[in-house]
């Protein structure tokens, strides 16, 4: 009878425990938690903390009961693996409140996670100072909520979890202060994508702090508040703040921080073992998930998984991948040949009421690895901007400039969001050409979508490029602008009035324009512009097509608005 | 000069004549249109009757003059075309209050659409029965409605336009009948999908006659109502309606009918000019869009263009790929090679809160093409079941039972139906295999989807049968069940009580399975159910390692409910 030992309850431990058992109903399945809680939901902890989903009950999945009635698993929380001995094939076991014990393994499932980053700053061991991984965090978290009625929290780091934090916090009714060390928060999308969180997170009144570093945490000492002292019963109480905050730009005083600046995975362990570590720190696994010991397997968050483009290790510490190396381990420890696909890294966070996603590769990413790309950006409505609650779509496509291979894309918006970058991620990971976006058949009813989706918009945006039809600009090139070069802006003055519109553009409106041509010098190139690149577009088939060297701004002013915004 | 004359201006017409003028600036395009408007929002129609969407000015999305200016498209409306002269190249227009004329043409863009069915029913001409194509007939059902104050409405027909127009009607505070000839409404889905829509119709008070055709229309005589003569002052004015419908089964009394039972490729002119037709009726294209004359082209609800899967000529009156169409077609006039790459079908259909929506086959088709197929069902939350919000989506799965080709697919619920099956048109078309679902990276935060969504359950499935790992069986083995065969329910007693039980199943809870297993037989074979499969799946596996013959039914009760509901 195989025995399979697994480290760790959550995502990739508890579904590799389960599919175990499915496909082997003899083996024995020992999984150890070192926590009270397997298989909680993680991604849950920001949202009840938030008060959106009410019952904490409702985030713990399963219980080491239930596993052991349904699956046959026997689940030992509160027992922590302190030791893997790889030659006896054993590992120790320290429960928390019992005596060392070992345990033989034919086959062990790494799936130990990642912990949040800590870094040491002085005063960051203050008990008002919380990281949020699992049920304790979160249980902490709202007990000083709830006995200390903080007033203003400091979020720091602008990741999935600083986010969803603030956002939760904000929900609570603190002042919430958001404290980033980069330019920009959520590091899978590009600056400008980015800038729309900024913009919602300040129409929200949460304090953002970029490009800001945190560097020390001194408590405040109390003084109970002497009104009669002061005299000015009719003052309000003064901001009595438990945490004196030292940035690397100005301070700030706030009653709880929330560090939220990344993980790391957790390998201590697994490295004392002589279990080999990847380039990125991550455990080092093949596509079967065994790690450099043919009977050890390890999953999730604390592995390094190929990157879906460029097969280089990545680091991706997402629920969903976790899952399904989960199940392909639970295969393979069992004589099965299953392989892990690399990962893309698709993601979403909701913010508020916009959504921002992103699968495969960033601008930024493309950039340091020097692999060339084209970019197009398209803003249209989530369904017939004719049916009521249509909101736009902000999508950024990144692409091959020969093969229109899919490198990756963002998109961000009130509606639709996820479903257009899930569509994407299939399109990349089928290996589709932007060309194909054209045809992809989408469900079109005027409650969902449109004749001409979004992805079908890209696809031809991207086409046209790809052909030479349409040569586009960016806003960098705007930006950049030689005397050899002219902006044109072809909306109605109307719009550039009550919108805005670029310093050193010539406007003639693209109704005019076919009749206006001689305004315009053949010994320039022309920038022609719009609101979102349609109209442009169409301004530029002309001009090109009566002599003029043209480029149109992909994604019009709109584009050139988020990029350029300041927070 | 090329010179392009459309014949259409709606779709299909509108795109093709934008697209080539943006491609060719310098090209004569002359687009024809019989009725008062162009590229109007014909998708919008019902929704305006139904109030949803207030303007009716929001439906039309360009003018004559709009084209003119932005595209130099010369765009006559009021003008038939009622002749084609292929051997001259001219066609003959005859404006509705004009002289006719002909037109030479270099390339001719057909895009005549299709028109409602209009059966030679008894009475069928009365004022009082409208089917709704374009502004004019929405026109006239409104004018009907705010004059006339008809309390009762019958559609008959029960495709995507006459389930909009039953809630349109009822949104407007009518009683509604249906009408359908079949056995269920959204021919595009089978009858167990169909079902949901079914409940959903009566739920709403819709009703609904199934299996009934409309046989005549007969005026009823208006008679004052003679309150005093019948000396009953409080007895409810006796219903007086306009119209007696007489149907195959019954008779209905109402005030209005709908005639929505499908629409015809509109091709006497076409036919009447030499131009072949394909077997189903409709215009005979290449996949260029060209027409068997080399100078005509041909885009939208009349032509017949190639099913994705078989290559077959299929008839697909939508507007996507009518759009997608005239952009091809624009492109290959002007001598570009464009290939129109077949059509899935992919379609979606709001009802009140719920939508249906399908991509590729259904049963219903590949059991009359005689290809093999496997079918799973899948209940899974629209996104994490612990975050507010989530509702049940109902998937089926065709595909093909060794590759793992994706055949079909169709979903329906309240919540994220779109997204599923946008998703699985895009695998469909990129070649994916079922077993390829399983992998799918989609964006996942808990208000968006679940760490294993449900299409990667879907998958999950598929290849568990693929491979016998979870050999499935259906409610139609279920209701043909044998002595050689036992049904066992494995969910919670309180669940048959409360949701319903199976007539003729034994109860064995999953949780006490493993300990009560020699309360079965082994040489029976097994069918295993649950509420959705889940809990299925893990007592087949169980059942069939411990020596058993078992078949877990795919979508357990729910889709035995579905399959066997009766309305």
Redesign the interface.
């Known amino acids: 009878m195989t025995r399979i030992v697994i480290i760790g309850g959550v995502?990739g431990g508890a579904s590799a425990a389960a599919r175990a058992?499915?496909?082997?109903?003899?083996a024995e399945i020992i999984m150890l938690e070192r926590g009270e809680f397997v298989s909680f939901?993680n991604?849950?902890l920001p949202?009840h903390i938030g008060g959106?989903?009410e019952s904490r009950n409702?985030?713990l999945?399963q219980t080491p009961d239930?596993f052991k009635?349904?699956?046959?698993v026997d689940v030992r929380v509160f027992s922590e693996v302190v030791a893997i001995d790889r030659f006896d094939k054993t590992v120790t076991v320290k429960p928390m409140n019992g005596e060392s014990y070992t345990l033989t393994y034919d086959k062990l499932l790494l799936s130990p996670g990642a912990a949040p980053v800590k870094p040491p700053i002085s005063g960051i061991d203050n008990p008002h100072v919380f990281t949020l991984r699992n049920i304790a965090d979160m249980d902490a978290i709202l007990a000083v909520m709830a006995t200390q009625k903080p007033r203003h929290a400091t979020v720091v780091g602008g990741g999935?979890i600083g986010l969803e934090m603030a956002e939760a916090l904000k929900h609570r009714g603190l002042n919430v202060a958001l404290v980033e060390l980069s330019a920009q928060v959520m590091a899978p999308v590009d600056p400008e994508m980015a800038n729309m969180l900024h913009q919602k997170l300040v129409s929200h009144g949460i304090e953002l702090h970029l490009n800001t570093g945190l560097e020390a945490v001194t408590p405040i000492e109390q003084h109970a508040v002497e009104a009669e002292a002061m005299d000015q019963y009719d003052v309000a109480e003064p901001a009595q703040h438990a945490l004196k905050l030292t940035l690397s730009r100005g301070q700030l005083q706030t009653d709880v921080v929330i560090l939220a600046i990344g993980v790391r995975p957790e390998t201590l362990l697994v490295s004392a073992a002589g279990i080999a570590l990847g380039e990125r720190g991550g455990i080092k696994v093949n596509s079967s998930m065994q790690t450099s010991d043919p009977d050890i397997y390890a999953v999730g968050d604390a592995v390094e998984t190929a990157d879906?483009v460029t097969g280089d290790a990545a680091l991706v510490p997402?629920?969903?991948?976790?899952?399904?190396q989960g199940?392909i381990a639970a295969d393979n420890m069992l004589g099965g040949d299953k392989h892990?696909?690399g990962?893309?890294?698709?993601?979403?966070?909701?913010l508020f009421d916009m959504?921002i996603?992103s699968?495969g590769h960033n601008e930024k990413s493309l950039k340091r690895l020097g692999i060339n790309y084209e970019k197009v950006y398209v803003h249209a409505a989530s369904h017939?901007s004719?049916?009521?609650g249509a909101h736009p779509v902000t999508l950024k496509l990144l692409f091959a400039p020969v093969s229109g291979k899919i490198l990756g894309a963002q998109a961000a918006g009130i509606d639709g969001?996820?479903?257009r970058?899930?569509?994407l991620?299939?399109?990349q990971?089928?290996?589709?050409s932007v060309r194909?976006l054209?045809?992809?058949?989408?469900?079109?009813?005027?409650?969902?979508?449109s004749?001409?989706?979004v992805i079908?918009q890209a696809g031809?945006v991207a086409t046209n490029v790809l052909d030479g039809?349409d040569p586009v600009c960016q806003v960098e090139d705007v930006l950049a602008m030689t005397d050899e070069q002219l902006l044109l802006d072809v909306r109605n003055p109307p719009e550039l009035t009550k919108i805005g519109a670029f310093p050193n553009a010539i406007n003639i409106p693209?109704?005019q324009l076919?009749q206006r041509l001689d305004e315009l010098p053949k010994d320039k190139e022309i920038l022609v512009t719009c609101m979102v690149g349609l109209r442009g577009?169409?301004a530029s088939?002309?001009l090109q097509?009566?002599g003029f060297t043209v480029k149109n701004l992909t994604g019009g002013y709109k584009t050139y608005q988020m990029s350029t915004a300041q927070y």
Chains 1, 2 share one sequence.
């Open positions: 995502a058992r499915r496909m082997d109903e003899h939901a991604c849950g949202y959106e989903i409702a985030l999945l239930s009635q349904r699956f046959n999935f879906f997402l629920a969903g991948p976790a899952n399904r199940r892990y696909q990962t893309q890294g698709t993601a979403i966070c909701k959504a996603a699968t017939a004719y049916y009521p969001i996820d479903k970058i899930d569509v991620a299939v399109a990971r089928a290996g589709l194909e054209q045809d992809l058949e989408l469900t079109y009813a005027p409650p969902f979508g004749a001409r989706d079908n031809m039809v693209l109704d076919r577009h169409v088939r002309m097509q009566h």
